[in-house]
C-alpha cells in the first residue's frame, strides 16, 4: 500500500495490522499503537535518477553528505 494515512485508517477501522516506519507515530489516532519489532529490521535505501546527464544540486548534495568523497560530476551507474 503506497499512501500511509489509508493504510493508518484501515488499521483504525480493525481490518488488520501493518509494519510501518517509527515515523508515523504522530499520524496515527490516540487509540492505535507502534509495537517495535525485535531485532529491528533494517533495510538499504538508494536514489534512482535520470540517467546521461547530471542529478540536481539537491541530489548533488544529499549524495555528498551521504558519500564523502565520490565524484558527482554525473549521475551514478
Known sequence: MRDLNTL????HAGVGVSV???LAQPMLPP??????I?????RTLTLTG??????????TGLL???????DR???PR
Not at 493508518?8 to 488499521?11: A, H, L, N, P, T
Not at 487509540?31 to 517495535?36: A, I, N, R, S
Not at 535520470?50 to 540536481?56: F, L, N, Y
Request: aromatic share 2%; with cysteine; net charge positive.
Open 8 to 11: 493508518i485508517g484501515m488499521v
Open 20 to 22: 510501518m516506519p517509527a
Open 31 to 36: 487509540d492505535c499503537v507502534l509495537v517495535p
Open 38 to 42: 525485535r531485532p529491528a529490521a533494517h
Open 50 to 59: 535520470p540517467a546521461g546527464r547530471p542529478w540536481s544540486p539537491a541530489v
Open 64 to 70: 555528498a553528505a551521504v558519500h564523502p568523497g565520490r
Open 73 to 75: 560530476s554525473a549521475a
